[in-house]
C-alpha cells in the first residue's frame, strides 16, 4: 500500500556529513508528518527528527544543532541532512511517516527498511 524508500547511508569519518533522503510512494492520501529513527545494536529505536505538515520539527537532544531533517510536501519526501557526525551516531537510520491513506480515515504509521549510517573515529 504504502512504501517507503531510503537512500544517503554510508560510511563516514567522525566530523563528516551525510544526507538521508526517504520517498514515499503508494496509497496516500495525506501525510501528517515524517520523522527519522534510528537504532544501535543493542539498542531501541529512537526517534531522531521529526517534521510535520506545517513544518513543525521535533529533535533528540543529542542531536540538536547538528541535524536538520526538512520536506517536500509536493513530492512526499523527508531529508535529515546530518553534519558533525560522531561514532555514537552509527546506526541503522530509519524512515517513518504517519499517514492516511483515505480522507476521514485514521491515520497509520509506515516504515522504511533502514539504511546503515557508519562513523568511524
Known amino acids: 500500500q504504502v512504501q517507503l524508500v531510503e537512500s544517503g547511508g554510508g560510511l563516514v569519518q567522525a566530523g563528516g556529513s551525510l544526507r538521508l533522503s526517504c520517498a514515499a510512494s503508494g496509497r496516500i492520501f495525506s501525510i501528517l508528518a515524517m520523522g527519522w529513527y534510528r537504532q544501535a545494536p543493542g539498542r531501541q529505536r529512537e526517534l531522531v527528527a521529526r517534521i510535520t505538515s506545517a513544518g513543525s520539527t521535533n529533535y533528540a537532544d543529542s542531536v540538536k544543532g547538528r541535524f536538520a531533517i526538512s520536506r517536500d510536501n509536493a513530492k512526499n519526501t523527508v531529508h535529515l541532512q546530518m553534519n558533525s557526525l560522531k561514532p555514537e551516531d552509527t546506526a541503522v537510520y530509519y524512515c517513518?511517516?504517519?499517514?492516511?491513506?483515505?480522507?476521514?480515515?485514521?491515520?497509520?504509521?509506515?516504515w522504511g527498511q533502514g539504511t546503515q549510517v557508519t562513523v568511524s573515529s
Open positions: 517513518e511517516i504517519t499517514a492516511r491513506n483515505r480522507e476521514f480515515m485514521p491515520p497509520n504509521d509506515y
